[in-house]
């Protein structure tokens, strides 16, 4: 049975998220159909400050989207880039009736201590520490009510954004796009699955000491409780803050390095939200891996092709190119759609192309805007591409984890680190160890 919310709550809250979007929709029309001339910081801001007050995916959506260049316009993508997952907690009525539905009327029995305040609260739920009962230190995951209509509405109101903006810029065709976000973010509410993806991450990163992943603790978890053991650690800017050391910030990165990538080439799957809520650092730079709602597994024959673009922007290869690009869904792809699709290919795997020590980013901090600027005026200029589904989540992984390498200042030879994962790569062997892996903790491959 679907679970309900307070109606009027509800009502105001998507009263809230239609005006926002509203005011969009009247901004962007004004300036593309009647020349008004528009304060677009000012009314990002707006919306920035609609939305971070809100539980609910669109919170999420907009990080994600602020990382794929030009969904959205740039004074846009600016503003919700500063969207946190921190949004006002839900009270102790609300915990304690989720607690004793997931786990029954007697769940504080099962629990040494619970903290009525929430540690952390996200976009979807709220977290509280807590000790079992043998005395070890746990993490309670609750998800907030009725998540599964805010989700409908909020992808509703997606669409009806992108439908603005694509009658206002032709660059991107959001269709798959959205459909990518709406396949994530209804896995997002699946707490089960979200448990099979952390034991899949246990096994995948096993022999990574420089990465942690949370234990699942079965006996207290339930369709909207994920209870798992506590990671210590700070946040990524506190420990930069504590460490000056290029040695420590380049461990720190090498980690995140191989947390994101490792799973990527060895078994096809990569985790989609690289946000700096998702981990923690460790004293000696090791990280803490959290949160695996927004995990994407890929066939085998999408990572052939993500190694099939490097080798042809590597060789000067233009027909492996538009094989890679037909690998990973993209179609109609003529010279000129290739020639720009390039551009931002190139720019994305310049750091891998290059074997020396660098930065990940050389140059101004405002060359990736510039690239992607010119990306957008010439799928302008050409009549517009469509990105397929598989692209979202890697292209946010990609500029996600190259803002974390460049908080940290890392400098590292990332060509090196790429080959020591790509470097014998065979789609067969992946395509069983994918199997195996995903066997072992009951979910389904990409097939």
Known sequence: MAERGPIGGRARRYAKVGRAVGG??????????????????????????????????LMKVAQILSTIPDALPREYSAQLAELQSNAPPMGWSFVRRRMASELGPDWQ?????????AAFAASLGQVHRATGSAGQALACKLQ??????????????????????????????PTEVHKELSARLHEELDY??????????DRMLAGETGVHIPEVIDDLCGDRLLTMSWLDGVPLMDYIGAHDGAEDRNRVA??????????????????????MGNYTVRGDGSINLMDFGCIRVFKPSFIKGVIDLYTAL????????????????????????????????????????????????????????????HVRR?????????????????????????????????EINWHRMFHELIDGFDEVVLEKTQNAAFDAVGLEPAH
């Not at 029995?109 to 305040?117: C, D, I, K, Q, S």
């Not at 089960?192 to 991450?201: I, W």
């Not at 947390?259 to 078994?267: F, G």
């Not at 591409?385 to 890392?410: C, K, N, Q, W, Y």
């Open 24 to 57: 969009l929709a009247a901004r962007l029309a004004g300036e593309r159909y009647l020349g008004l001339k528009i304060d677009r910081e000012g009314h990002a801001e707006d919306l920035k400050i609609a939305l971070g007050g809100l539980k609910g995916p």
């Open 254 to 275: 090498l980690n995140m390095f191989r947390a994101w990538y490792v799973p990527l080439y060895n078994y096809g799957v990569i985790h989609g939200d690289p946000h």
């Open 144 to 173: 907030y009510p009725d998540m599964n209509s805010v989700v409908e509405a909020d992808l509703r109101q997606l669409k009806l954004v992108f439908s603005i903006y694509r009658r206002y810029d032709k660059a991107i065709d």
């Open 109 to 117: 029995g099962l629990l040494a201590e619970f903290t009525r305040e």
């Open 192 to 201: 089960r699955r979200e448990a099979r993806h952390m034991r899949l991450y």
């Open 378 to 410: 010439e799928l302008n200029r050409i009549g517009g591409v469509r990105p397929p589904s598989e692209f979202v989540l890697m292209d946010r992984a990609a500029i996600g984890l190259g803002s974390v390498f460049t908080h940290l200042g890392a």
């Open 314 to 373: 590597r060789d000067d290869d233009a027909e492996l190119a538009v094989s890679a690009y037909e690998i990973w869904g993209f179609t109609g792809l003529t010279k000129e759609v290739i020639d720009v699709l390039n551009l931002w290919a190139a720019f994305l795997y310049a750091p891998l192309l290059e074997d020396k020590v660098r930065p990940i980013q050389e140059g101004d901090g405002e060359f990736g805007a510039k690239v992607a600027g």
